[in-house]
């Protein structure tokens, strides 16, 4: 799936303020704060930490079934 112009400019949004965003991926929802929208072996992915524990995640953009900015 590709993103949409709005969910490019959600997750740019949230990236600049620091917001959660809402990723569902393969029936599951995970919720993250992005912290950088990357190239890596020409697949975009953005670079997130979970919310509550801290911990890094990466989420490639490929596998995502799409994103919501949570308000």
């Known amino acids: 799936m590709h993103l949409t112009v709005k969910?490019?400019?959600?997750?740019?949004h949230a990236i600049a303020r620091g917001s959660r965003i809402a990723v569902f991926r393969r029936g599951t929802?995970?919720?993250?704060i992005p912290e950088r929208?990357?190239?890596?072996?020409?697949?975009?992915?953005?670079?997130?930490?979970?919310?509550?524990?801290?911990?890094?995640l990466t989420l490639w953009l490929d596998e995502?079934?799409?994103v919501e900015?949570?308000?």
């Open 64 to 66: 995502v079934d799409g």
């Open 7 to 12: 969910q490019y400019d959600a997750l740019e």
């Open 37 to 56: 929208l990357v190239l890596r072996n020409r697949r975009e992915c953005v670079e997130a930490r979970h919310p509550t524990t801290g911990d890094h």
């Open 29 to 32: 929802e995970y919720v993250v």
């Open 69 to 71: 900015l949570v308000r």
